[in-house]
Nanobody, 127 residues
């Protein structure tokens, strides 16, 4: 069983940056794709960014040019650099990873079956 643990969330003012991390203790582990999702109060979970093994990254329109997804396979860590944060970015952020069993998600340039999910980390950007 692969466990994912997010960290790096917090409450910050609009315009500043945060970097989220998602780590797993599973070794070896090199999923084809990993992703970040978020869920704001009263809204459905939505995809934020996804990255494949070759580094191809896809982003939701709302975060394009502000967020950067990256992965360090040697450290089994997924990152989400969030810049110029806005109040509408307030949400619980979840990382997800490929698994043999899970729902299929279609991103801009690739698809991924995501079955491992972290518990989430809260990001709050007050008005």
């Amino acid at each position: 069983q692969v466990q994912l643990v997010e960290s790096g969330g917090g409450s910050v003012q609009a315009g500043v940056s945060l970097r989220l991390s998602c780590t797993t203790s599973a070794r070896p582990y090199a999923p084809h794709c990993m992703a970040w999702f978020r869920q704001a109060p009263g809204k459905e979970r939505e995809g934020v960014a996804a990255i494949s093994t070759d580094g191809t990254a896809n982003y939701a329109d709302a975060v394009e040019d502000r967020f950067i997804i990256s992965r360090d396979n040697a450290k089994n860590t997924l990152y989400l650099q969030m810049n110029s944060l806005k109040p509408e970015d307030t949400a619980i952020y979840y990382c997800a990873s490929e698994s043999e069993v899970g729902n299929w998600y279609v991103f801009t340039s690739f698809g991924c079956r995501l079955g491992y999910w972290g518990q989430g980390t809260q990001v709050t950007v007050p008005f």
